[in-house]
């Protein structure tokens, strides 16, 4: 029991001293899950959107094709980027295997149908009368949309913020295509693996809660924004 | 609304650019991939190492831990340039099947039976092979690596050679699937054995403060040696595999420098491993 008093204090520790392993893999979590997000977000909203918004013969089928990638197990998707990133795999000459980039291919994957379904789910939503009340008061096919998309603006980040939850707290996709190679792959997540593997279970619990202290700033500036618009 | 929509184009087509450079960053400097088994990770023995070893050479030394079946299999895909294992049967193999050349011993230590200091099955001071009957006998519990690991491919041997059938289905046998670290927790949780290496098993001494609750309780038996290779991985199979760097690290590891540390490195004052190359 006593661990889970020293990984407080030594949480603490670690980010006032400024230790040059816990920034590394801060760095490291933090670039992942930037890349991957960025890229969902450009990717997952327009598909979201068109899955939400438009009306075509086959939408159930695709909704319940996204609702099943949901359950998509990381350390299968880790497995899946492993064999086309592997030098031997079909992607290898990209030298993508054990770096970041790699890994923010993997989370991408994994956040993908999670910003598709609820940003979907927060457009499908919207009151239908608005579309009427848009078109009556004169709005054009662009307007529409992104009237459309400014009223959903609740929805779709909180379909942002659980998306960068799963790929933040990811463990599987990192041990695998990154290597948890220390100063390079090794993410919070991955060291927390690491250090309990080594039996230090004080440390990997100040990495836990390192890594919920940034969850939190995340959403503590997240909700600023809300408040303001 | 149209500014928007370049402001949008323009960050998404900036973000996918700075992807590209983060890929290929690690090609300009001498950079020396390995694939290890997680006991030289876990006992910090290459924290120790690879520092010295960029002082001495100016390559930086990479390396992602696993265990020796993934490790040699990520030699296998060409996607590392040298390893560090410990299952020499495997790694013969790996060699006598072109994946890998030059292998190296370098150093070893020994595997130890550990066990709840009451033994329940009274295997204390046993042979290896009495030891293993015993726990079977008295159907203590008993956990197993089960990750095809070295250690996990040695104590498969061990049940051979003892001659036990492999107790695969038996509920005493838990196969943990985990590091060799995660499998002594697992092992104390349960009030059970484990085959562990020494190396390993006194960091977890050095963890639990010096009173930990599994003791060594069969050591020494010559059936018990792990022996540590570096292994380069054969360019003739894999064209990227960076052979210069790997021969220079696997000469410098046998050499004085890298022997010696080896033979300094000691956690709790206890010398982990033995330098032994040839």
């Known amino acids: 029991m006593d661990f889970l008093l020293q990984g407080f204090f030594k949480a603490i520790e670690l980010l006032t001293t400024g230790?040059?392993?816990?920034?590394?893999?801060?760095?490291?979590?933090?670039?992942?899950?930037?890349?991957?997000?960025?890229?969902?977000?450009?990717?997952?909203?327009?598909?979201?959107?068109?899955?939400?918004?438009?009306?075509?013969?086959?939408?159930?089928?695709?909704?319940?094709?996204?609702?099943?990638?949901?359950?998509?197990?990381?350390?299968?998707?880790?497995?899946?980027?492993?064999?086309?990133?592997?030098?031997?795999?079909?992607?290898?000459?990209?030298?993508?295997?054990?770096?970041?980039?790699?890994?923010?291919?993997?989370?991408?994957?994994?956040?993908?149908?999670?910003?598709?379904?609820?940003?979907?789910?927060?457009?499908?939503?919207?009151?239908?009368?608005?579309?009427?009340?848009?078109?009556?008061?004169?709005?054009?096919?662009?307007?529409?949309?992104?009237?459309?998309?400014?009223?959903?603006?609740?929805?779709?980040?909180?379909?942002?913020?659980?998306?960068?939850?799963?790929?933040?707290?990811?463990?599987?996709?990192?041990?695998?295509?990154?290597?948890?190679?220390?100063?390079?792959?090794?993410?919070?997540?991955?060291?927390?693996?690491l250090e309990t593997n080594k039996g230090e279970f004080a440390m990997g619990i100040a990495l836990g809660l390192v890594l919920l202290m940034i969850a939190f700033g995340v959403n503590v500036s997240v909700s600023f924004l809300r408040k303001r618009y | 609304m149209v500014r928007m929509k370049h402001v949008y184009w323009t960050v998404l087509l900036l973000l996918l650019a700075s992807l590209i450079p983060a890929g290929f960053a690690g090609a300009q400097e001498k950079v020396l991939l390995m694939a290890t088994t997680t006991s030289t990770e876990d006992t910090g023995l290459l924290n120790v190492i690879a520092p010295e070893f960029k002082k001495a050479t100016g390559i930086d030394l990479r390396w992602t831990a696993t265990g020796t079946g993934k490790a040699l299999k990520l030699g296998e895909s060409c996607d590392v340039d040298v390893l560090m294992v410990h299952a020499p049967d495997a790694e013969k193999k790996f060699v006598a099947d072109g994946f890998g050349i030059n292998r190296k011993e370098i150093m070893y230590n020994d595997f130890v039976i550990i066990g709840p200091a009451a033994d329940p099955a009274g295997v204390k001071g046993k042979s290896v092979k009495d030891a293993l009957l015993s726990i079977q006998a008295k159907k203590a519990n008993f956990v197993s690596r089960g990750d095809k690991s070295g250690t996990h491919m040695m104590e498969l041997d061990l049940w051979k050679v003892s001659g036990a059938a492999v107790p695969e289905k038996e509920a005493w046998y838990a196969q943990a699937g985990q590091g060799m670290m995660a499998t002594i927790t697992i092992a104390a949780e349960k009030n059970g054995y484990t085959l562990a290496d020494r190396g390993t098993y006194i960091k977890y001494e050095n963890n639990m403060k010096g009173a930990p609750p599994l003791k060594i309780l069969v050591e020494g038996d010559q059936t018990l040696l792990n022996q540590y290779s570096v292994i380069a991985v054969n360019p003739a199979k894999c064209q990227k595999a960076q052979v210069e760097l790997a021969t220079k690290f696997s000469n410098w590891i046998a050499g004085p420098e890298g022997q010696k540390l080896i033979k300094e490195f000691k956690v709790m004052g206890k010398p982990l491993f033995t330098a032994n190359a040839k």
């Not at chain 1, 960025?38 to 089928?61: E, H, N, R």
Request: glycine share 10%; charged share 10%.
């Open chain 1, 19 to 193: 230790d040059p392993e816990t920034f590394s893999a801060v760095y490291a979590t933090l670039v992942v899950s930037a890349y991957s997000l960025a890229v969902t977000l450009a990717l997952g909203l327009p598909l979201g959107f068109c899955l939400g918004y438009f009306d075509f013969s086959i939408k159930k089928q695709v909704r319940v094709v996204v609702d099943t990638l949901l359950s998509l197990p990381t350390v299968f998707i880790g497995l899946l980027v492993y064999a086309f990133f592997t030098n031997r795999g079909p992607l290898g000459e990209w030298g993508l295997l054990f770096t970041l980039s790699g890994i923010a291919v993997g989370l991408t994957i994994l956040a993908l149908p999670v910003v598709i379904a609820l940003s979907a789910t927060a457009v499908e939503s919207m009151d239908r009368q608005l579309r009427v009340a848009l078109i009556s008061l004169g709005a054009n096919r662009q307007q529409l949309v992104l009237s459309t998309l400014w009223e959903a603006r609740h929805g779709i980040i909180a379909a942002g913020l659980t998306a960068y939850g799963r790929v933040m707290t990811e463990v599987g996709i990192a041990m695998m295509v990154g290597g948890n190679i220390k100063w390079q792959t090794r993410t919070i997540t991955t060291a927390i693996a």
